[in-house]
């Protein structure tokens, strides 16, 4: 495995530290950081360290992108103050994922007025933890919460969906369908229409276990 050496000023101090590249991204091992545009592969990532909490500790592995328009515009542009620029790249940085799966059962949605809605739940939550390289882990949560207004009936399906609460733009959401008639739930996660998992299940538990078993996700959710 191809390894690159990145390094940091900290406290006066040059700290070093090496990191792998990974052609291919195995979701179960590796969750995405984010990605910068650099000259460099420590230029990206010391972009990197200012737009993520705790990126030196967390950050594992890289994937150079390919991404050559906005590349070329920037290069461009930066050689307007900089005519000896040769080229810009991008970098996909990951962190490892560890062993551990949270799972949550929810509690239903309990409102007088709405009867219908109970065979919703109240919210999802969804947690991810990763190792960092300081023998310390890293864990994030996410809160989906429900639109009411969303709420359907079609047919045997009543539908709904939720939305993650630190997603101004509504952008990552979940649908929630229970079918009246086999008495079972399914539930799909999306950003905007792309589909990021599927979970099903015969029973309130069941089901919730494998939806909540997803985590945060690969990156931004």
């Known amino acids: 495995m191809k390894k690159e050496t990145i390094s940091r000023t900290n406290l006066g101090k040059i700290e070093q530290k090496e990191i792998y590249e990974i052609e291919k991204i ?46 070329k515009l920037l290069l461009e542009q930066q050689r307007k103050f900089d005519p000896n620029l040769k080229e810009y790249i991008t970098i996909a940085f990951y962190e490892q994922l560890s062993d551990q799966t949270t799972m949550y059962i929810p509690k239903r949605l309990e409102i007088k007025e709405r009867p219908e809605l109970i065979n919703f739940p109240l919210n999802i939550m969804f947690s991810t933890t990763t190792l960092c390289d300081d023998n310390t882990q890293h864990k994030e949560t996410s809160i989906y919460n429900p639109d009411l207004s969303t709420f359907k009936q079609e047919g045997i399906k009543q539908k709904m969906k939720y939305f993650n609460s630190l997603n101004i733009g509504r952008e990552f959401w979940i649908e929630i369908i229970y079918n009246t008639s086999k008495k079972s739930w399914s539930g799909t996660k999306y950003y905007k229409e792309e589909i990021l998992g599927i979970a099903d299940g015969p029973t309130w538990d069941s089901f919730f276990i494998h939806l909540t078993a997803m985590g945060v996700g690969n990156g931004v959710n």
């Open 26 to 71: 195995d979701n179960s091992k590796h969750r995405l950081l984010g990605q910068s545009i650099g000259i460099n592969i420590n230029h990206c990532a010391l972009l990197g360290m200012k737009h993520c909490d705790n990126f030196w500790h967390r950050v594992r592995f890289f994937q150079i992108i390919q991404n050559e328009e906005q590349e």
